[in-house]
């Protein structure tokens, strides 16, 4: 889910690779993509015949980020007296690309999330993201702030003996 500032709030899809350096510490890189769309132009045009936009709605936009992921704590759940899953919480700091007709330079980008694991090479994990970007839309500058939740599945690879 991509909520934006300026445009309307779609759809995302995408992944990630993730090496982690230590237990705690990781280098992830990602890409993500997505329609940017607005009804902001069509408001505009309405309350303003006398200009006309560009046509800006439904164009893809592509998100191409590499974040520092630090994992700052680990638990343990237990089902219903069954067996015992981990998890963990982790904290992601990074820039990136947002590759649309409106942004400009570098975005910046802060979450959290949390992965649960289901044996040892299988989890489900959810990620809250911050983007914060300059994006110009019907002439003007703004700094805005993108929310991106995701959630997925992530493998594991076991590397080494």
């Known amino acids: 889910y991509y909520g934006a500032d300026l445009y309307s709030s779609n759809w995302v899809a995408g992944g990630a ?3 982690h350096f230590s237990e705690d510490l990781g280098l992830e890189a990602s890409a993500q993509f997505t329609r940017f769309r607005t009804a902001i132009t069509d408001t505009y045009e309405r309350r303003y ?14 998100l191409f980020f590499g974040h520092l992921i630090w994992s700052f704590a680990y638990g343990k759940l237990r089902w ?6 981990r998890f963990d919480f982790n904290a992601a700091l990074g820039a990136g690309v ?8 570098i975005t910046g ?3 959290l999330g949390t ?9 489900l994990r959810m990620d809250v993201r911050d983007h914060i970007l300059r994006e110009t839309l019907l002439g003007e500058d703004h700094l805005v702030n993108d929310i991106v939740v995701t959630a997925g599945a992530s493998i594991f690879f076991p590397f080494g003996g």
């Open 17 to 19: 690779y993730t090496f």
């Open 49 to 62: 015949p006398q200009v006309q936009v560009e046509e800006r709605t439904n164009k893809p936009g592509r």
């Open 80 to 85: 219903m007296g069954g067996g015992i899953s």
């Open 98 to 105: 947002t590759d649309d007709s409106t942004a400009q330079g």
């Open 109 to 111: 980008s802060f979450g």
């Open 115 to 123: 992965k649960m694991y289901f044996g040892k090479w299988f989890a």
